[in-house]
Nanobody
Framework: QVQLVESGGGLVQPGGSLRLSCAAS????????MGWYRQAPGNQRELVAT???????NYAESVKGRFTISSDNAKNTVSLQMTSLKPEDTAVYYC???????????????WGQGTQVTVSS
């Protein structure tokens, strides 16, 4: 139906940068929004950043000024540029998309498999 495939995670030192990417494919009619969530061990999954197809962005307070979300609508991709990374940014990062699919034309949330980001010296 719909697949979200993430890439770009890894190990980085505090203060470093990483770029995550997510590509959506499948029976897509409309992508209304894409974004990133993260889950650290023992914590609930939390919003990191979202980007609507109208250009509206939403960031968690903890990442404002450090992370930037962007998209390539022609390629159905969303990226997250992360700078000034901190140990507390360590988590599994999940791509999320709000998509209407064909042929049912149903709308729903889809998730990627997650990619590990570890910030450590």
């Amino acid at each position: 139906q719909v697949q979200l495939v993430e890439s770009g995670g890894g190990l980085v030192q505090p203060g470093g940068s990483l770029r995550l990417s997510c590509a959506a494919s499948g029976s897509i009619v409309t992508i209304y929004a894409m974004g990133w969530y993260r889950q650290a061990p023992g914590n609930q999954r939390e919003l990191v950043a979202t980007l609507g197809n109208d250009g509206t962005t939403n960031y968690a307070e903890s990442v404002k000024g450090r992370f930037t979300i962007s998209s390539d609508n022609a390629k159905n991709t969303v990226s997250l540029q992360m700078t000034s990374l901190k140990p507390e940014d360590t988590a599994v990062y999940y791509c999320n998309a709000d998509i209407r699919v064909s042929p049912t034309r149903r709308r729903g949330d889809f998730w990627g498999q997650g990619t590990q980001v570890t910030v450590s010296s």
